[in-house]
């Protein structure tokens, strides 16, 4: 034989066995795919799986200027629709993660033969199909070998499959909208949110691009870790450059581009972030009511978690966070000299307690806390939980200026926490009822306890406008109405009175006749006296239950100073009374409820009912601009400084329209309240410590006008920059055919001509 014929033959031998190989794989690669189809390798969605993948969708709570308050979930997943993604993000994904998707089928077959020659050196060869396909059906994928083979397999099957149910735009929706991105982020909606703080539509090309670059990995490229900010960036790059590679951007856009900083604004959706904490907690409440007695068509209940609904809030984001904002450098500051002066309290921060007493009050919140709790259903004894608490620990606390990093022992740290006072504000449209702010406390991760819906304080002179407002009501008596300003002593047995009744005055100085427009501004207590007997306590009472305050009020003449103890949320409905035109409209959050399709499943409409005369409710307010034009609320006016900067956050205030409102003291400065209204929003505020035992030893810092009335000052003020909100700066609208006079030197004068004709008929007669 021939050398060339040896050659021939050898060369024959090797093409037949080259065709046998590629033929038997080619056949193996059917029969993979048969075997597949037919369920051997473990069962395939069907397609009403594939028209209808599970997905744990995030109920969405929607403020009524259309901004995303926050949300509740199990997985963080708000859907998106393909004409809300931006097309720069598009074109980000196809250049980076499948360059052929407009091509294929599923099945990137030339992506999979370089893989395969490549030996995967230049990445895998799964299409976004086929990644899709992963996420809907069987999620990460196997490290064994054999079992990742047949995955494979099953992943190129569903991939053919949603090729067929479905369009390229709605595979790229499903796919945007299964990614997750950590730190709660599921899909891309709420990863544009939670990294940059802006919807998808929103975002640039270079944020576009660090999203994508986290699909490759999103723990190793993630751009908010310390260890991976720098990998994310570089990943970022290459995106740009594969846009460039495809002729979607310019080299010169490209490299402008990759020089920009990565730039975040990172924005957690947890329930201890974000905006609205408190009031989205108490929705939770609410939610979880509703579900249980208005169920799905086929009897079941709506899961928040799971069923994607989206709840149509009456909070505005802006006023919100405005609120919010106001809150924080007030208390910051007021936290600050509240420290200064507690450097001389030997029992700090407490007043008035024994260390007996002091000891009490730290172990009762000790056994509140989590800790205890934990400890004790884990059947750890109670010596051993106590010891627990006294032995250092490293831990993280809440400071103003961001949490620190410390060791101290847990019952230090309770006594640590005591010191912070606490805030709330809540702000209600006056026509509507609709609450715009909601701030229940000074920070929802360390501090859980609402102040607005929870917390219940005695509400000192801020209840007197509800006896004032009796008397009106019940005797029509003018604003410019002369009573004494001397000790009214109700006797023991009248209203039940156990001993004799008869307040002083907060400043001790008596004399003379007081109007009741300057005794209200003044918070004169002996003139509030004499009106609660004129009225009774039982009336008062009566009003108050009208005015929307559902707490036990117990009718005795002490109420007339606010010794009672009341919510935020009943305040604020209440006072909400006077600018209404005598219109009591119950507060209410939630304007309606939709499912995830947009089907209305719930409208929600204001409670209303006339508790007051209009006449006599703009007599109340009348009486209640005195207290902002020469009473204790007079601050808000003034120009120049009176008041040190350490005291009084944002003083001078200036404002200069109407505004009605009454400050709040309480016994020992441990609460302070200011309640202000103009023509259309009513705003309440309330300060003071975690215990009464826990406040400002002076009144001059411990007074509502100091503690609470700041916070208001500084939340309208920037409610009013933004003349979008519409906040009212007019006058109080003043009903037709007014009976009580309102114009003292009128009313002065029209008594003076009564007492003159009963002087001419007693002479007559």
């Not at 989590?370 to 051993?384: C, D, F, L, T, W």
Request: aromatic fraction near 10%.
């Amino acid at each position: 034989m021939t050398k060339k014929k040896v050659e021939n033959t050898a060369f024959e031998k090797i093409t037949k066995w080259l065709w046998i190989i590629f033929i038997s794989g080619f056949a193996f690669v059917i029969l993979m795919f048969l075997l597949g189809s037919l369920g051997v390798f473990g069962t395939l969605p069907t397609f009403e799986d594939l028209e209808n993948p599970e997905n744990n969708l995030a109920t969405e709570v929607i403020s009524i200027d259309g901004k995303t308050l926050g949300k509740y979930y199990k997985e963080n997943r708000t859907p998106i629709r393909y004409k809300d993604l931006p097309e720069n993000l598009v074109k980000a994904l196809i250049a980076t993660e499948d360059v052929r998707f407009y091509k294929h089928s599923g099945i990137d077959l030339y992506g999979t033969a370089r893989a395969v020659i490549k030996l995967g050196r230049d990445g895998g060869a799964s299409t976004v199909t086929q990644q899709l396909a992963k996420l809907l059906f069987h999620g990460e994928g196997s490290k064994n070998l054999p079992s990742r083979l047949l995955q494979k397999v099953k992943e190129w099957i569903i991939a053919i499959r949603l090729e067929r149910q479905y369009t390229k735009q709605e595979i790229i929706t499903m796919y945007f909208n299964k990614q997750g991105f950590l730190f709660n982020a599921v899909g891309i909606r709420s990863a544009a949110r939670i990294y940059f703080g802006k919807e998808p539509r929103e975002l640039k090309m270079e944020e576009a691009a660090v999203l994508v670059a986290m699909l490759k990995n999103p723990r190793q490229y993630n751009p908010h870790r310390e260890v991976s900010k720098a990998k994310s960036l570089l990943r970022r790059n290459v995106v740009l450059k594969q846009l460039e590679r495809n002729g979607e951007i310019t080299m010169s856009q490209k490299d402008s581009l990759q020089k920009l900083p990565l730039v975040l604004d990172f924005s957690p959706e947890d329930t201890g972030y974000g905006v609205a904490t408190y009031f989205r907690e108490y929705l939770r409440g609410f939610l979880k009511n509703w579900v249980k007695e208005n169920k799905k068509p086929d009897g079941s209940e709506y899961n928040i978690y799971r069923d994607g609904l989206k709840i149509y809030v009456t909070l505005d984001s802006r006023m919100q966070k405005y609120a919010e904002e106001a809150m924080e450098e007030h208390m910051s500051n007021l936290q600050r000299v509240f420290f200064k002066v507690q450097k001389k309290n030997k029992n700090a921060p407490f007043y008035e307690l024994t260390k007996k007493e002091v000891k009490r009050s730290l172990t009762s919140a000790m056994k509140r806390s989590n800790r205890y709790k934990r400890m004790k259903k884990q059947g750890v004894s109670e010596a051993k939980i106590i010891k627990s608490f006294e032995e250092k620990t490293k831990m993280r606390v809440f400071s103003w200026k961001g949490d620190i990093d410390t060791i101290m022992t847990p019952l230090d740290s309770i006594r640590y926490y005591k010191h912070f006072l606490q805030a709330g504000l809540l702000s209600v449209e006056a026509q509507t009822g609709h609450v715009k702010a909601w701030v229940g406390g000074i920070n929802y991760k360390h501090f859980q306890y609402d102040h607005v819906k929870q917390g219940k304080r005695q509400v000192g002179s801020t209840f007197k406008p509800f006896v004032y407002a009796t008397a009106i009501n019940q005797l029509q008596l003018s604003p410019c109405e002369e009573l004494s300003n001397t000790i009214w002593t109700i006797p023991q047995g009248k209203y039940g009175l156990t001993k004799d009744w008869a307040p002083a005055n907060a400043d001790h100085k008596y004399g003379g006749f007081k109007t009741l427009k300057n005794a209200l501004a003044t918070s004169t207590n002996v003139v509030t006296a004499q009106l609660i007997d004129k009225t009774t306590p039982e009336n008062v009472v009566k009003l108050a239950k009208n005015l929307g305050i559902e707490s036990d009020i117990i009718p005795v003449p002490s109420i007339a100073l606010g010794t009672v103890d009341l919510t935020l949320y009943e305040m604020a409905g209440a006072y909400n009374t006077f600018p209404s035109k005598g219109m009591y409209i119950k507060p209410m959050m939630v304007l309606r409820i939709e499912d995830k399709n947009g089907t209305v499943l719930a409208d929600f409409t204001p409670k209303t009912k006339e508790v007051l005369s209009e006449e006599a409710a703009y007599t109340v307010v009348n009486l209640l601009e005195g207290v902002t034009q020469y009473g204790s609320g007079a601050r808000l006016r003034s120009s120049a400084g009176s008041y040190p900067d350490s005291i009084v956050s944002g003083y001078p205030y200036k404002f200069r329209n109407p505004i009605g409102g009454k400050t709040g003291t309480t016994q020992n400065q441990s609460d302070g309240w200011f309640m202000g209204f103009v023509p259309n929003l009513t705003t309440g505020v309330w300060v003071g410590g975690e215990d009464r035992a826990i406040h400002f030893p002076g009144i001059a810092r411990g007074q509502g006008a100091s503690m609470a009335l700041p916070m208001w000052a500084l939340y309208m003020k920037k409610c009013y920059a933004n003349e979008d909100l519409k906040i009212s700066k007019k006058s109080f609208s003043k009903p037709a055919n007014m009976k009580i006079e309102l114009d003292c030197e009128k009313y002065q004068q029209n008594s003076v001509e009564n007492d003159s004709t009963v002087v001419d008929d007693a002479d007559f007669f």
